[in-house]
């Protein structure tokens, strides 16, 4: 009997904090896509477009799911930052139904679901349009993806929980002295790789980017050679997202 009233007490301070604590609801995704529209992309390869293609499917599948997700196309060339093509934000909405008897539950369930498919495709079919875009202009020479870092401070101010995808085969290639051109000259190694950006996001934290998740899908076939999918420049990138703060770094 000794033990009862510090189980009592444990159960009341469980309920008052239950009762302080708000109800969790879903925060929206915020998607950021960026497309490579440069020359070392080349989207007509049948195994870019394939690869390229699945992804955005996966993509939108994967974080559009309720209103207020957010999903925006930006391309990488060499005025990445002023370069949105998209900015789409999903408006269904499934009604409450919290008093509602389980017949209308599904019916709005099924109403809110057609409409978020409907939404969901038309995303999809915008989103290829830009994927399927030449850029024959002369902004294809540059490869400015450190200019995608203030897009994705942007994106971070919102609140939102924010994914970013990078369709893209990486080499930085800006001209200058205080930029990196991999085209010209890559890391010759992995620990010169991780000193670069390791001495650039001292610079680059600027950009207050959050915690964000990001994935660079390259285009590159499984056989590609070693100067065609260099290692070290995708070793820079694990290790400059790294000391910016973000969540996760995935390749494919």
């Known amino acids: 009997m000794r033990f009862i009233p510090l189980l009592l007490l444990l159960f009341l301070a469980a309920c008052s904090s239950n009762k302080d604590k708000?109800?969790?609801?879903?925060?929206?995704?915020?998607?950021?896509?960026?497309?490579?529209k440069t020359r070392s992309v080349n989207i007509n390869k049948a195994f870019v477009a394939r690869k390229y293609q699945q992804a955005i499917n996966e993509i939108i599948e994967q974080n559009i799911h309720q209103k207020g997700d957010r999903l925006e196309v930006y391309f990488i060339h060499e005025n990445t930052a002023k370069a949105r093509a998209l900015n789409l934000t999903v408006r269904s909405e499934m009604e409450d139904v919290s008093a509602a008897s389980p017949t209308d539950r599904e019916a709005a369930e099924t109403e809110f679901t057609l409409l978020l498919n409907r939404e969901k495709a038309q995303?999809?079919?915008?989103?290829?349009?830009?994927?399927?875009?030449?850029?024959?202009?002369?902004?294809?020479?540059?490869t400015d993806i450190w200019a995608s870092l203030p897009v994705l401070a942007k994106a971070n101010e919102s609140g939102a929980t924010v994914k970013a995808y990078y369709l893209s085969d990486m080499v930085e290639s800006v001209k200058g002295s205080n930029r990196r051109d991999f085209q010209v000259k890559p890391p010759k190694d992995n620990a010169q790789a991780e000193d670069w950006a390791k001495t650039d996001a001292k610079s680059l934290k600027r950009y207050e980017i959050g915690s964000p998740d990001i994935t660079m899908i390259l285009p590159f076939e499984p056989n590609a050679s070693v100067k065609q999918n260099n290692p070290t420049v995708t070793q820079y990138w694990q290790t400059l997202f790294n000391e910016l703060g973000v969540a996760s770094v995935e390749e494919q």
């Open 22 to 36: 708000p109800t969790k609801t879903d925060e929206p995704t915020f998607t950021v896509i960026f497309l490579d």
């Open 123 to 142: 995303m999809r079919q915008r989103v290829l349009q830009e994927l399927a875009e030449q850029n024959t202009g002369s902004s294809n020479q540059a």
